[in-house]
């Protein structure tokens, strides 16, 4: 489950560093460079801000705070940011509310429920999906912590739906500890608390046995089982029977996985058995075992078997997703009585679109697919016989994908420009129905054109980039410009309805979204054609996209912002440095910048599958080539930079933005600004507070603006209508 993002009064914002506050400085403080020299195959590479990883050191704490400062000093008195502020504040605590992460069993559907003012999304249970008022809250975690600051990370409803286990962590650390709640009465049960089940590194996950007494789980390290560097690794599956102490709790499987591993555990309907994919890090490589009848553990595929994912049906199999000689997916039944795979038939092959999820119901197979961005819903019979497709909207993401009944399912379903919303579908008379979890729009986006197109990358690959941008919009160089992208993870950046694009689009910008190698668009050859060694091609596809951008008079280099966020940041960072005359600003949010000291820390050592290690002499050579800290080079004019950090971040370590606005601060030849924004009681994004999060789009927006010297016009804003109340 590692994925794979309101109070507006001033007295509610939080801090971004205690003690940040004071009267500013001119300039930002440099920092001290203390070099330090590592030989890597024969390269010396010095690194003058070792000294910055730590991030206890007074002195770290001391540069970090006066950043901050300098930041706020520069941010608050950008000239329009309080109207900025008014809209992005009535955007972001828009009152209709968006539902996430539904689930049911045994009757009882539940869901996350995006209610602002409220800082955290609530559990609730779905009374009808016809008519909220009759939903009901389960958990609220800003009860549970008035603070604000705790979330909830994922859910599990029991066989029977009367119990649910769940996962909350605080302050953006995605260290989650699993409560069992009662769904009748809404109250956690007593006695009930299994510790680090989730983490930001190796995730989490948990299924329920078929009685509901007791739960697989997964389990990090505790106390001083491992030493510190090992307690965010070495996760095993342990079982959790309920009203025993967990320290009595079993051991399941794990004791041979990787040091890396991530298990993602899975029951079937009926509780009988259980599946356990376990990714090898973050590159994509899974085992799969299987717990069946017998009470025993049993392994189904393994590494080079290439299945990448696993569902069971109601008809005594399992269905597999395995991309073995078929890189954009296909799709193996298995029968549980015989589960290894020699015993497993094809029953898709693959095709054009590639597949990335796969729910069976009674009578036939639901095949999410991916079409370089947009996504699909097909069907198929339970041998492989063609049903068509499901009628969603054009240029869009599916996904949710909850069984109704015999075959009927509920799918959430959302664009560029209709906000994503929960849709009954029929297989009787194939149609989708809207139910009542839809959320309106803040701001209406029926006048905005959504264009698909292509960039030709360095080595002549062609790369899917989406433009949206207001009917009648003049091609004529002056746009300003955000572009967007990620590359990375097998992870694909699909259609999604954003209220701040929408603000962005009211005032006469241009957005655009580019589909990178790395990601999962054309399958499993797309995403190896950005890792690894061949990560250079992702840096590639995005200076292309930018490229086009320009080219044919969308805009113009100084008008040109480009954002990006975690690996996304990484991007930023290369493109920063290795075209710094191609943009006017850059939003590098939590990104990665030290590619050779990365995978010293805990989920840098999960990315190595994906990136790469030092200790390999090809993959050193490709990661110094473009890791962004080394890239700078001094005497540059390099564009106006916004970083931002969250000192709880489990994911990407805060000392990657400090070690980067270091060296680009001492080495910039521009007057514009390399700003820090390292907040002090956030994350990687996860759990972020509603205040929280409306502050740093503030900051962002006010400073992508100023940069490209926009002026916020309130009065481009369209009123949309308020939505009717309860």
Partial sequence: ?????????????????????????????????????????????????????????????????????????????????????????????????????????????????????????????????????????????????????????????????????????????????????????????????????????????????????????????????????????????????????????????GKDFPRIAMTELESSDDGQYTFARVANGDGGEYDLFLHGPKGTWTQVAKYADKVVSARFGSDGAAYLISRKDAPKGKVLRLPLATPTLDKAAVIVPEGEATVQAVVPTKSRLYLLEQLGGPSQLRMVDLTGKAQGLVPTLPVSSVGGLVRQGADDLLVVNGSFTQPAAWFRYSAADNKLTKTALARTAPVDMSDVEVVRTEATSKDGTKVPLTILKKKGTKLNGNNPTLLTGYGGFNVSINPGYSPLTGMWLEQGGVFAVANLRGGSEFGEEWHKGGSLTKKQNVFDDFYACAKLLVDQKYTQPKKLAIQGGSNG??????????????YGAVVARVGIYDMLRTELTPNGQFNVTEYGSVKDPEQFKALYSYSPVHQVKDGTKYPSVLFTSGANDPRVDPYHSRKMVARMQSAT??????????????????????????????????????????????????????????
């Fill in 1 to 253: 489950m590692k994925s794979r993002i309101a109070v507006t009064t001033a007295a509610l914002l939080l801090p971004l560093v205690a003690g940040a506050a004071g009267k500013a400085p001119a300039k930002p403080a440099a920092a001290e460079k203390r070099p330090v020299e590592t030989t890597y195959h024969g390269t010396t590479v010095t690194d003058p801000y070792q000294w910055m990883e730590s991030a206890t050191d007074p002195k770290v704490q001391q540069w970090t705070d006066s950043q901050n400062t300098y930041t706020r000093a520069y941010l608050d008195k950008l000239p329009g940011r309080e109207p900025l502020r008014q809209r992005i504040t009535e955007i972001l605590s828009w009152k209709s509310p968006g539902y996430g992460g539904l689930d049911e069993q045994g009757g009882t559907l539940l869901a996350l429920k995006y209610q602002p003012p409220k800082q955290q999304p609530t559990l609730i249970v779905v009374g009808s999906l016809d008519d909220t008022s009759k939903e009901r809250v389960l958990v609220d975690p800003t009860v549970v912590d008035t603070s604000g600051k705790t979330t909830i990370d994922w859910f599990q409803l029991s066989h029977d739906g009367k119990k649910v286990a769940v996962s909350m962590s605080k302050a953006g650390t995605e260290s989650g500890d699993v409560s069992v709640w009662d769904v009748a009465s809404s109250k956690a049960m007593p006695n009930e608390l299994v510790p680090r089940v989730n983490s930001g590194t190796a995730g989490g996950s948990l299924a329920w046995n078929a009685q509901g007494t007791g739960f697989f789980y997964t389990r990090h390290p505790r106390g001083e089982e491992r030493p510190p560097e090992d307690r965010n690794v070495y996760q095993q599956v342990y079982f959790h029977a309920l009203g025993t102490p967990t320290e009595k709790d079993t051991y399941a499987l």
């Fill in 569 to 582: 940041g990484l991007l930023m960072g290369a493109a920063l440095t290795q075209h710094p005359e191609q």
């Fill in 669 to 726: 030849a521009s007057p514009k600004p390399i700003l820090l924004r390292a907040n002090a009681e956030t994350g990687h994004g996860m759990g972020t507070p509603l205040s929280a999060r409306i502050e740093e789009e503030v900051d962002v927006y006010s400073f992508v603006f100023n940069e490209l010297g926009m002026t916020y016009k309130p009065n481009a804003t369209k009123k949309v209508s308020a939505p009717a109340p309860k």
